[in-house]
């Protein structure tokens, strides 16, 4: 399999290079340049196969020669070590829980995923050159690509984040690790970061003493395992008996789960509609609504991995739909949504069943399905469930009046100190990545 730039102005490449660039030399998304949809026998027959089997089939084309089949399957085995269930949230609505992993959010799949694909590439290394990863957060990634790199040899591990901007226990999770991970408090918001991080990749003195890769959803091995999980509700669905048509309604900050949910449709899924359901940082709702795409500067809000005023992955989805609005319309609708309104969808889903306890993003994802139903009856909606609520303890107990439970994985981290190095612009990201690499 190729991969192509989306700027269009760098040469193809395969799936090692492609992940360990990151970002393509022109500043472009890579993109697979050709997407076969996988037979309809497998799908029609996908209860069947374990998850595992069914991550092979759904990944192995993208992968192409790169990792042998052995090696593959393994990498596979170990990122999907947790369940994936679909809970009934009320009639025609239910809820996939994305957060049974060791950080207790979806990220923990293309971190895990991404993670083996460059262990596995930098063993085969001889001349021992270690690999430094550079990833920008609003909360969830750091901690997923912390925990899914934590130790692995040769690979390095420079995490960003927004001073203030992330959860305490988000913070915990960036910023206790130690080893091979180092965590960088920004003083600005997201966005501020993430153009830190694709500004490295593209300054020649950095690419001259280091080899830096990113773990975003930029990187193709952290956002094509996201189309695993589609896969997985729809066969437990169809173990279920429904038949309905089915719309997925996914909490969307840099658009990479929703954009692999439309690939997982590109190889033949058959669902009906996406939602891409967002906070008030509305880029894309506004788009859809006007024909014009208008970044903007992120807005804080209680769901703060969605805190994106330009997602990167969009592009993605343009591409998919070879830039028609109309073509696009078919499939994917995008909604937004206040933090007044999320804190009383968090009420509502509690209210529906009386146990049921949603985080912020899922209350989010919740609204955009229950909007998109509004005027389309006659389907099944699951809502993503991107992190558990203990990862945003304070906003979910005050507004339910009650007290979480905490996870052994919370737990575990609760107590650590925090461990960060405050930088202000690019520079001092610069300098600390030099000086870190003169030191090893």
Sequence with gaps: MNYFS????????????AVIRG??????????????????DFIDNIESYSNEEIAYKVIQPFVGNEIPEKELKKIIDETLCFDFPVIEIEDNVAT??????PTMAFKDVGARFMARCLGYFNSKNKNNEEITVLVATSGDTGGAVASGFLGVKGIKVVILYPSGKVSDIQEKQLTTNGQNVSALEVNGVFDDCQEMVKTAFLDQELKDNMKLTSANSINIARWLPQMFYFFFAYKTLKKQGIDKKLVFSTPSGNFGNV???????QLGLPIFHFVASTNINDTVPKYMEAGIYEPKPSKETISNAMDVGNPSNFIRIQKIVNNDLYKLKKTFSSYSFTDKETRKAISTIRNLNGKYIADPHGAVGYLGLKKFMETNDQVFGVFLETAHPIKFRDTVEQQLGLTLDIPSQIEAILDKEKESFVIEDYLELKSYLLNRQLKA
Excluded: W
């Design 259 to 265: 954009c692999a949910g439309l690939m997982a449709h």
């Design 6 to 17: 989306l700027n269009n102005n760098a040469p193809k490449v395969k799936f090692k290079e």
């Design 23 to 40: 970002l393509a030399p022109d500043r472009g998304l890579y993109f697979p340049e050709e997407i076969t949809p996988l037979s309809s």
């Design 96 to 101: 996939l829980e994305l957060f049974q992993g």
